[in-house]
């Protein structure tokens, strides 16, 4: 049962675009949202995370807008460069574990 | 400090055989977690511990094992490897205090293919 799903698998995007993941969930028991970034050979690290009582984060080129009412949260990367390019996770964890439910992941490639 | 570390990082084995993946972490965390990663599925919780003598099953706890050895490490074992255990597992050690809510931090996976 995938609690959190996450949408494009893969994006392209040219150099200096806007990069724009999402992400849908269902538990409204998740209080806490992280986005993990992913380069090939290497364990994911964390990149931004939200809590619900705010409606945004930025944090340099990456923000994250958060939807309560929709359940939804996406990741907007500006002036993407192709440094970028990695595959991104978005996670949801609730307050009463210490687990975090993971997406499916998005491969963003970043044309120069 | 090295963080997270995993032995080994490639791993072929043959259905049937078993083997333990070791992971060690050195920031004196309370939590450690086993994932696998596998294409179009994301990241997938095997076993957790929460503290040092406590763990838990994850999403995907069948045909694996877990043994907390003590605060720094984290072994998982696969008894009798199959083909569908054929993936990429990373270890991940967290810290928590109260209700924040602590990074995970990851190692640098294990590579495992069962013929």
């Known amino acids: 049962q995938q609690q959190v799903k996450q949408s494009p698998q893969s994006l392209i995007v040219q150099k200096g675009g806007i990069s724009i993941i999402n992400c849908a969930y269902e538990?409204?028991?998740?209080?806490?949202f992280p986005w993990y970034q992913q380069f090939p050979g290497k364990g994911p690290a964390l990149l931004i995370a939200?809590?619900?009582?705010?409606s945004e984060k930025k944090e340099g080129r990456f923000t994250i807008s958060f939807n309560k009412s929709a359940k939804q949260f996406s990741l907007h990367i500006m002036d993407s460069q192709p440094g970028d390019s990695a595959t991104y996770f978005c996670?949801?964890?609730?307050?009463?574990?210490?687990?975090?439910?993971f997406g499916q992941g998005t491969r963003l490639t970043i044309n120069p | 400090n090295a963080g997270v570390t995993q032995t080994p990082k490639f791993q072929v084995l043959k259905t049937g055989q078993s083997m333990t993946l070791q992971c060690a972490q050195d920031?004196?965390?309370?939590?450690m977690y086993w994932y696998r990663q596998d294409p179009g599925m994301g990241l997938r919780l095997i076993y957790y511990?929460?503290?040092?003598?406590?763990?838990d099953k994850g999403e995907v706890p069948n045909g694996y094992n877990v043994s907390r050895l003590n605060k720094r490490e984290f072994s998982l074992r696969l008894e009798s490897a199959a083909p569908s255990q054929t993936s990429v597992y990373f270890c991940?050690?967290?810290?928590?205090?109260?209700?924040?809510?602590?990074?995970?931090?990851f190692g640098p996976g294990t590579r495992l293919t069962v013929l």
């Open positions: 991940a050690s967290s810290e928590r205090v109260g209700r924040t809510y602590n990074e995970q931090f």
């Open positions: 538990n409204t028991a998740f209080d806490y």
């Open positions: 939200i809590r619900p009582d705010v």
């Open positions: 996670a949801a964890q609730w307050g009463g574990a210490q687990k975090l439910v």
């Open positions: 920031m004196n965390h309370n939590s």
């Open positions: 511990s929460a503290s040092e003598g406590t763990t």
